[in-house]
């Protein structure tokens, strides 16, 4: 299965300011996800990321709050911007599913907090 | 609007004990179920299933899905406190369950 490096683990932000958070597969994907988690809930989609097009975001996310870029096959970014405290959740990224056998694989999540 | 519900949202057992944990789906144009363990940021893959009646097993853990009432359940035999985790499933358009937070004390 793909192997993915999301940076950064684990972030203390001021409200205000954005954050850029990276995900970098070790093989080609046409598409990527991003997700957010927030305190004791469940995982939650963002927005569907297609290299060479604008990402598609599910209803209650906007592109201005979550800017999303795919420079190429292996590698997305998601930033969240003018953060509030409402914004501290758990962020990750999936590619797949690659097959009945792995299923989504996700990076190792960032967890943000704002302060 | 497409929905997966999972049950119970908390269970807390003794090692050696069985466990069924359970995912109700209403969802357009189902495809496929997975599951996945969550125990720290990261969920990782279980299982995933497309036709009905099929059970899929991976050492102490299996899985299986209905597609005529909709809903799969995944029994974990013999826990062990490893097994601690959040078990999340999840459709093929990516909606999540709620989530069931199984914690196996010795």
């Known amino acids: 299965s793909a192997v993915i490096s999301q940076k950064p683990s684990r972030d203390i932000c001021q409200r205000g300011t954005s954050l850029t958070i990276q995900c970098q597969v070790d093989?080609?994907?046409?598409?990527m996800f991003w997700y957010r988690q927030q305190p004791g809930q469940s995982l939650t989609l963002i927005a569907t990321a297609n290299q060479g097009s604008e990402a598609t975001y599910e209803s209650g996310f906007v592109i201005d709050k979550f800017p999303i870029s795919r420079p190429n096959l292996t590698f997305s970014t998601l930033t969240v911007s003018n953060m509030s405290p409402e914004d501290s959740s758990i962020y990750l990224c999936s590619v797949g599913p690659r097959g009945g056998l792995y299923g989504y694989t996700f990076g190792s999540g960032t967890r943000l907090t704002v302060v | 609007e497409d929905k997966v519900v999972q049950s119970p949202l908390s269970l807390v057992v003794h090692e050696g004990d069985t466990v069924t944990l359970n995912c109700s789906y209403e969802?357009?144009?189902?495809?496929?179920l997975l599951w996945y363990k969550q125990e720290k940021k990261a969920p990782t893959f279980l299982f995933m299933l497309?036709?009905?009646?099929i059970e899929k097993k991976s050492g102490r853990l299996s899985s299986i899905l209905d597609k005529k009432e909709l809903f799969s359940i995944l029994n974990i035999t013999a826990t062990q406190t490893g097994d601690s985790a959040v078990y999340l499933c999840?459709?093929?358009?990516?909606?999540f369950g709620t989530g069931t937070r199984l914690q196996v004390f010795p």
């Open positions: 093989s080609q994907v046409t598409m």
């Open positions: 497309t036709s009905s009646g």
């Open positions: 999840v459709t093929d358009k990516l909606i």
């Open positions: 969802v357009t144009n189902f495809r496929s």
